[in-house]
């Protein structure tokens, strides 16, 4: 388990996707209404870096700007209407401790 503070986070291009790096690996952290989602820093359509290609929507949506995909944060699934064939993101468990989030990695 890691345990990280968001507010310790570098940010992304965009504003509330942040960036987390441990060891050699690197996850994009999403700050959303619904609380923070974890997931490897790699879009599945052709594995952009979210932390640079992801920018929020509402409510717990991540869209990749690179080509417009979009990927719901709770399931990881494609969730615009053009999503067959694109594997889902790889999300990792988060729970919170006050100030801290506690990651399953
Ligand atoms: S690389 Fe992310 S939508 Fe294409």
Do not use: N
Not at 8 to 25: N, P, S, T
């Amino acid at each position: 388990m890691t345990r990280v503070r968001p507010a310790d986070l570098q940010k992304g291009h965009f504003e509330d996707v942040l960036i987390l790096k441990v060891e050699e690996r690197r996850f994009a952290v999403c700050r959303t209404p619904l609380g923070y989602f974890v997931v490897h820093d790699c879009c599945p359509h052709r594995r952009v870096q979210l932390t640079r290609w992801g920018r929020l929507k509402e409510p717990a949506i991540v869209q990749c700007t690179a080509h417009g995909c979009q990927f719901d944060l709770k399931t990881g699934e494609r969730s615009d209407s053009s999503g067959q064939g694109c594997l889902r993101l790889d999300l990792v468990h988060v729970d919170t401790d006050e100030d801290e989030l506690i990651l399953e990695l």
